[in-house]
């Protein structure tokens, strides 16, 4: 199994890929742009009027090693393929917007990741606890999802992962509940699910110490250009750790010949990402 792969299973200890499996050597485009993703094609309607977007998904080009500096699943395989270009798209310069303190935080994560000494140092993931959102929507393991009237169900093959999200307009949980994959209400415009999701607990998004506090709102929107493609764009509002909002995108794809696979995960499992963040300078 190759370390990209063990980096998506992210502490999972069997992962089985379908005949639909991610693709190497896809190109660096992580999304087509804003325009044409709110301007979608029609798709099929349900009963109760939601778009059809049922079934399994993977993003274009996995992988939760850093949101900057994304490493394609190929770089396994040829070194000479470059890192792909920032997940993220707002603020323009492609970097997390950290206050000071904060920054020094995921700088000592990243460090405490690659050379750790104790068991917190190990990454949540690897740990086994669930990666909750946006993290989720940018690891290798597929997506499933199922609509039924007034809801949309999101399942991944890790974790046993899952989310239901309420399309009726129900209020949120007391903001002094907070929850592993935070509490989310969605609405429909168009092809766009947007959902706000809110009572997060503090969580990492990158093996490299990437964070947000608890205090955390997330704005998701995910939009069908087309029955095959998916944009997933999730604005991250936190003033307690970042100095402005601030906003990740990552391009998935159907898996229409993909089927899901339980997958396990047991915690203590060796970490595979030292041997990139060691030998690879630059891919901090």
Request: include cysteine; proline fraction near 11%; hydrophobic fraction near 35%.
């Amino acid at each position: 199994m190759s370390t990209t792969r063990l980096i998506g299973a992210a502490g999972i200890a069997v992962l089985v890929v379908g005949p639909g499996g991610p693709a190497f050597g896809q190109g660096p485009q992580e999304a087509g742009s804003r325009a044409s993703a709110s301007a979608p094609g029609p798709l099929e309607r349900l009963a109760d009027g939601q778009p059809n977007v049922q079934g399994v998904w993977n993003p274009v080009n996995a992988g939760s090693l850093s949101l900057t500096n994304p490493v394609p699943q190929a770089a396994d395989f040829d070194p000479t393929i470059k890192p792909l270009p920032s997940r993220i798209i707002d603020p323009p310069d492609g970097l997390v917007p950290y206050q000071p303190w904060a920054a020094a935080r995921q700088k000592l994560q990243g460090h405490d990741y690659a050379y750790p000494t104790k068991p917190e140092h190990i990454d949540t993931q690897h740990r086994c606890l669930l990666s909750g959102v946006p993290r989720l929507f940018t690891i290798v393991p597929s997506l499933k999802i199922i609509q039924s009237p007034g809801q949309i169900v999101f399942i991944w093959d890790s974790y046993h992962a899952y989310r239901v999200i309420p399309l009726d307009g129900r209020p949120h949980v007391a903001p002094n509940v907070k929850l592993w994959m935070g509490d989310g209400r969605g609405r429909w415009e168009g092809n766009t699910l947007i959902i706000d999701t809110t009572s997060v607990k503090g969580q990492r998004l990158t093996y490299i110490g990437d964070f947000y506090s608890e205090n955390a709102r997330i704005a998701e929107r995910l939009t069908w250009p087309s029955a095959n493609s998916m944009i997933y764009e999730a604005t991250i509002t936190d003033p307690t750790v970042f100095t402005r909002p601030w906003t990740m995108r990552v391009a998935q794809r159907r898996r229409p010949d993909e089927e899901m696979w339980e997958t396990a995960c047991y915690e203590g499992m060796a970490n595979p990402d030292q041997f990139l963040l060691k030998s690879a300078p630059g891919r901090q």
